[in-house]
């Protein structure tokens, strides 16, 4: 389980997290959403050792995370998935795949997971020896959520995977993260501008504001609570 | 027609050599975004301990891979120790170029001072090991003789190589992917700061075998100051800016296209405008595209 | 030459300081000897050339490793004006800055379109194949060159008053006059623009500065500059040859500019001294300690790149911005 305890983030001048303290449990899919600028970025690119904590600490299972580089971070079983569609469009398909799967010098699994990958977005499968930027935007989504399955991982942040998707393929995209985490058990901190698709596949939400936790709880009571339909689901 | 195809053999095999020394600056460009102007002194380094082998073994192929492990090996301390840190601090945002270049130019005087303390007058003697005399076409000498064969198997091979290990291999698909997309890479659990040192490593192998074909196929020797390298260094990086910067395959094509126009002009023109001549040639394939022959648009910052 | 970003100078206490330093440089052209004040001469030509490069540089953002070829469009300008139209000097420099703006004009066309690694090698590549072809041409006098005579000092000036003396007045004059004309260049709406650029492309862009005319015209100022600095360098020289201006001049002048800090005007001095100084340093403490003839000649090349790198690592914005953070911390 992940637990992040009263974490500081600064950017230079800017504080961008002012003590967050969240706790989310093997298996749980957990939606962080909030408005631009709110901190949702800056959550997991510390999480992932892109950004240095100020202060506070982050562990996933016993492993203290905040300290380590981003590239030790797979050989742990997290994956992030950041901000934008996030492949390569020099590469090809499949290498963008495969470069999920290399830090495990395994070519046999390798191959394996990508039929896995395949199989859950059949798209890809198509388009395997096409270059990535080739791709249309939903499609290269679901490239960047296959490079991150590739790793194997048990804990996968996604930031955004919504992001200027027409609202039927966002549909596809949150409901196939919906049965990646059920089927494989996986636990996931999805970050949302979209808050009401987060919400209703989460299983808890949490609601940051201006670098600090406004509101936490269960998705479906978020998805209730008159304040939080107000500020943040627009009705 | 039969000088003219003399002059093309000519041209491919000095460009050829050219190629390699564009490959060594794609390489570090590719891997750190620094333009590296210390390949000349790596690649001169490695000419100097590739002459200090042969003199002792007098095989030119224990002398050439040797060179190539020492260019490797002084080009990966040059990133480790000096460019790492200069481009950590300045962070990895800045379009600043201007400072690693000097840094790059500054470790390039060092390296040839530092030749000169070690070497003193005494000269690097790279002595063909075949025969430079041309073979005999229809009772006439031609411009390829077994030495210029052997300088393009050379250069042939290490491309191959090359290309192999980009395009077939695990490492291949690190490098590449390391150098359009460090942060990307980084989140794969790739080790992209090793990663890097093996890019300016994979460079120094490549000036140095440049520097060394380069010795054998002119003067055959060396001195820490020799006119050829500082030319070896332009050509190079004039060869690889044409390519595109980016490209292995640029940096080749227009190593050879440098290399046959070079010949071309030094036939029939005159050498005095060979320079001149590069210069034109640059600008010309520049304002028709202003990145390069393969290069990309908007030139993505990795 | 101080500190030309500190908002409390003005215009007067400026020309005061420039005043103070041509009264310095003609006190000490009474008591030094002619080698010195050649040295001095030098220091002069220096501080024009690497003022050229900061402005490009540092304050419009464009890389150029081929100054010295700029440099010597200004020396062969000023000798050809002197030996066809047989015109007095200051004539000869300024064919010198209108030819190399012009030249610099055509390079910066091609430029404007380019960045990074394209500009470096092009610039590299004109360093490299320009003053090759003063062989092709029997009017710029092949591997000999020709002459440049800025003639004897004036009769009025005294029987004593010696040519190098004579020559440093001249350089440090125009070094004066350049370096004023610079600093109001840079602080006017073309230096602002210049910043602006450098900074952000888009933002300027947006902000109505034209990119690529903006880029042209601090090219063609840069190269103006240049060239009048090789005008000064083939009257120290008496002479103008492909020979003086190999790519090393290039590099020189732009290690001059890191020496003195690229981002900053204010330290021009201090990279123009180091670039004379130190050679002269190096080769008396060899000629002291080994009198190895090999050790002199590497020294100084040796202790100017170490210098180079230690100055990247330790103050990149130069001594001068350096020398101020330390003081407003
Ligand atoms: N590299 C940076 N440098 C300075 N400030 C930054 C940086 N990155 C983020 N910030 C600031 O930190 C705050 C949080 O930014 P963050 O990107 O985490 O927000 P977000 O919740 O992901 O917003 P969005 O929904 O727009 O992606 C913002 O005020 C932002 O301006
Ligand atoms: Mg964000």
Redesign the pocket.
């Known amino acids: 389980m992940l637990r992040i305890k009263n974490l500081v983030v600064d950017?230079?001048a800017?504080r961008?997290l002012h003590g967050v303290s969240i706790s989310i449990e093997k298996g749980q899919l957990a939606a962080v959403i909030?408005a631009?600028?709110?901190?949702?970025?800056?959550?997991l690119r510390t999480l992932s050792g892109l950004n240095k904590a100020t202060d506070g600490s982050a562990a996933w299972g016993e492993i203290n995370i905040l300290h380590s580089k981003p590239e030790s971070l797979v050989r742990y079983g997290i994956s992030h998935v950041s901000?934008g569609k996030s492949v390569i469009p020099e590469l090809t398909v499949s290498e963008n795949l495969e470069l999920g799967a290399l830090w495990r010098r395994n070519r046999k699994e390798s191959e394996k997971s990508k039929k896995d990958v395949v199989d859950l977005f059949p798209r890809l499968g198509e388009r395997l020896s096409q270059r990535a930027d080739s791709l249309s935007g939903g499609e290269r989504q679901m490239l960047a959520i296959g490079r991150s399955m590739m790793a194997k991982p048990q804990l996968l942040l996604l930031d955004?995977p919504s992001l200027g998707l027409a609202p039927l393929v966002v549909e596809q995209i949150f409901q196939s993260i919906r049965d990646l985490t059920t089927a494989l058990g996986l636990t996931v901190v999805l970050?949302e501008?979209n808050a009401m698709g987060a919400l209703k596949i989460a299983d808890i939400g949490i609601v940051?504001n201006l670098g600090s936790i406004a509101a936490t709880g269960s998705a479906a009571a978020l998805r209730d609570d008159p304040a939080v339909r107000a500020a943040y689901l627009g009705f | 027609m039969f000088e003219f195809i003399n002059t093309l053999l000519i041209g491919i095999t000095s460009g050829s050599i050219y190629s390699l020394m564009a490959i060594a600056i794609v390489l570090v460009w590719r891997s750190t975004r620094v333009v590296n102007f210390a390949a000349g002194g790596v690649a001169l380094a490695s000419t100097f301990v590739g002459a200090t082998i042969l003199e002792s073994t007098g095989s030119f192929w224990i002398a050439l891979p040797i060179g190539m492990l020492a260019g490797a090996a002084l080009s990966s301390f040059i990133e480790y120790f000096f460019l790492r840190p200069l481009l950590k601090r300045s962070g990895e945002k800045t379009q600043e170029i201007f400072l690693p270049i000097i840094a790059t130019l500054g470790i390039l005087g060092v390296i040839k001072a530092v030749l000169h303390f070690i070497y003193g007058d005494k000269i690097g003697v790279i002595s063909p090991p075949l025969s430079d005399k041309g073979f005999i076409v229809s009772g006439e000498s031609i411009a390829l003789s077994p030495l210029r064969l052997m300088i393009l198997g050379v250069v042939l091979a290490l491309m191959i190589t090359l290309t192999l290990i980009f395009q077939r291999t695990n490492l291949g698909l690190s490098l590449r992917a390391a150098s359009f997309a460090p942060e990307i890479s980084r989140l794969s659990g790739i080790r992209v700061d090793a990663i890097r040192t093996l890019g300016w490593a994979i460079s120094g192998a490549a000036g140095a075998t440049a520097g060394i074909l380069q010795t054998t196929n002119g003067a055959g020797s060396v001195t820490p100051e020799a006119f050829e390298f500082s030319l070896l260094l332009v050509f190079g990086f004039v060869a690889a800016v044409i390519g595109g910067i980016e490209s292995l395959v640029g940096a080749v094509i227009g190593g050879v296209t440098l290399g046959i126009i070079l010949a071309i002009i030094l036939m029939y023109v005159g050498g005095s405008l060979v320079f001149f001549a590069a210069f034109i040639i640059l600008i010309l394939v520049l304002l028709l595209r202003p990145n390069g022959i393969i290069g990309v648009k908007g030139g993505r910052r990795a | 030459m101080v500190a030309v970003h500190n908002r409390h100078i003005t215009n007067k206490h400026r020309f005061i300081g420039f005043f103070l330093i041509g009264l310095v440089v003609y006190i000490l052209s009474n008591i030094v000897d002619e080698w010195r004040a050649y040295q001095g001469a030098t220091v002069a030509v220096f501080v024009v050339a690497i003022a050229s490069v900061i402005l490009l540089t540092g304050y419009s953002g464009q890389i150029s490793l081929g100054h010295g070829a700029l440099l010597a469009v200004g020396a062969y300008t000023a000798a050809l004006t002197q030996i066809y139209f047989s015109a007095p000097i200051w004539i000869c420099f300024a064919a010198a800055v209108i030819m190399t703006a012009l030249v610099g004009a055509i390079l910066g066309t091609a430029a404007a379109r380019l960045s990074g690694p394209y500009l470096a090698g092009t610039t590299l590549a004109f360093a490299v194949g320009l003053p090759s072809i003063a062989n092709q041409f029997s009017i710029l006098g092949g591997e000999q060159g020709i002459s440049f005579d800025a003639g004897w000092p004036p009769l009025s000036l005294g029987e004593s008053f010696t040519q190098y003396k004579w020559f440093l007045w001249i350089a440090t004059l125009t070094a004066l006059i350049s370096m004023w004309w610079v600093q109001n260049i840079l602080r006017s709406r073309y230096g602002r623009s210049w910043r602006a650029l450098k900074s952000n492309e888009v933002a300027a862009e947006i902000c109505g500065i034209t990119i690529g005319r903006s880029k042209v015209l601090a090219f063609t100022v840069s190269a103006g500059i240049a060239g009048l600095s090789g005008a000064l360098l083939a009257m120290t020289m008496n002479n103008v040859s492909p020979s003086s201006f190999p790519l090393a001049l290039s590099f020189f002048i732009a290690t001059g500019a890191v020496l003195s800090g690229v981002s900053t005007l204010g330290g021009v001095m201090i990279g123009s001294v180091a670039l004379v100084a130190i050679p002269l340093i190096a080769t008396s403490a060899s000629d002291r300690w080994s009198g190895s003839q090999s050790l002199a000649t590497v020294l100084p090349d040796f202790i100017v790149s170490a210098l180079l790198i230690l100055t990247v690592f330790l103050a990149p914005k130069g001594p001068i911005e350096k020398l101020r953070s330390r003081h407003s911390k």
């Open positions: 950017h230079g800017i961008a909030g631009n600028g709110a901190g949702k970025t800056t959550l901000e955004e970050v501008q940051l």
